[in-house]
């Protein structure tokens, strides 16, 4: 097939079809704009060290998470944050309006086209619409960074408009993303087959294990063992270079939020288990049926809201953490003062270390309001994909009432626990690193102090409530869904 055919047949059909492309370059634009930033973050220049032998600050910069060295990385891994639900947005976003493209699709089989030509024009589309989505997120990026370059009067700037990342990274960024949202459209369709009289998506057969899930535990080890490589180092007056601690604190959370993800299979499935065992309603039946007969797609509609409650719990963790370890300085130094005959005063700057855990918590809220967006394609593509058997349903009698409260089932009995083992999991990675308490003071006449370092229950709690009630809330929208795909006509659908 000629490049030009390829690409005429990828982006040809309705306007849901091009819905789908919109959409998806959206989502794509909205990565490559975090993406950048957090580019351009890294792109600040470091200016070596003060004569007090400590990092220099960027005093261009108005906003002190640009002006300190220290301060810097938190901000790019909250951007880097952002990129997550954004691209899995984009790959829920190709699975709208499925059923029409899959009829075409079909039909370009019959017309005497190869399984991996049709699968090919599925990845092209993609690829297509998110290189667009990126064209135009460098577009913006480039004019933004021209627009908002606004000094004050002393000079300073609020952004970093005064750096550009080399154009080789642009370029290799702008190039990357098309190349990966393409990938993940390959390995998405590996399970679906294209003929001539209709498109086929194997569901796997076997029921989850619950090992996958297991991989929570050794993600925590992994951050635990951090404290005796430090002390280890430490008392061979070896530094243990930043990038083996990086790379530890990485792997141990991405074992972690694996583990949260694909142990959610097993969950869907015990919950269905549950359901249809103990239920003696219809609506819980039924969707505990439904989540035997595919446990899979709860952690495929998830992902990310767990994802996102994992790294909140984890924030709330490192926060708590770093609270206990204030009141240990602060008691020690009052300590302190009153064996010297001075007055004590306490810190004042606290609000500034506990603001930076708030731009943590503002990167996990607009990360799950996105997720929620691809939540929402993934439910509501699941209706209309279920449409016959809804319309089956619907024409023996059960009433739609029943349906609904199905639907809301189906999602709600899995996301509870499995949000709650998230919220759990993520506070636990911070408490391996720092431990359950906090020791200061014992020199000269100061007493030792210590002080157990709090679970924010209250944090958690907000976490995972927040996650039922984001996923109640789309599930409620999707619903609108239910109504066309009730109706009779839908028996007569292939």
Known sequence: MKPGALLRLALAGSRTDTLRVVLTAVSAALAMLAILAAATVVAIPELGSSPDDAAAWNVQYTVAYLREPGL??????????????????????????????????????????????????????????SALGALIALGTYLLGRRLLHNPGPDGRLVLPTDVLPPWWVLALLTASLPLLATGIAVVALRRVSVGPFGVVRRQRAESPRIWPGLLVMPGIAVIAVLEPISAYADNRDVALPAAVFLGLVATGAL??????????????????????????????????????????????????????VAFGAAAAGVKAAFAANFAVEDEANRLTAEANGEEFVPRTDLDFYYNAFDLINVAVAVAALIAAGGLLVTIAEGIVSRRRTYAHLSASGVPRSVLRRATMWQALAPVVPASVVAAVAGAALPR???????????????????????????????????????????????????????????LRTG
Do not use: K, N
Not at 99 to 121: F, H, K, N, Y
Not at 280 to 304: Q, T
Not at 475 to 480: D, E, I
């Open 72 to 129: 810097r990385p938190g901000v790019t891994v909250a951007l880097v944050l952002l990129v997550i639900p954004a691209l899995v947005l984009a790959a829920q976003c190709g699975r709208l309006g499925a059923p029409a493209r899959d009829r075409r699709l079909a039909s370009i089989r019959l017309a005497g086209a190869t399984p991996r030509q049709t699968m090919t024009l599925v990845a092209v589309e993609t690829g297509v619409a």
């Open 432 to 490: 391996a690193l720092f431990g359950s308490s906090v020791t200061g003071g014992g020199y000269d006449s100061v007493p030792e102090v210590t002080l157990s370092v709090p679970i924010p229950f209250g944090d958690l709690a907000m976490l995972s409530g927040g996650a039922v009630v984001v996923v109640a809330a789309v599930v409620m929208v999707s619903l609108l869904f239910l109504r066309p795909s009730t109706h009779p006509s839908e």
């Open 255 to 308: 074992m972690t939020v694996i583990g949260v993800v694909f142990g959610t299979g097993w969950i869907s499935h015990r919950a269905g288990q549950t359901l249809a065992r103990y239920a003696r309603r219809a609506p819980a039946m039924l969707a505990g049926r439904r989540l035997m007969a595919d446990p899979w797609a709860g952690s495929r509609a998830f992902a990310v809201v767990l994802t996102c």
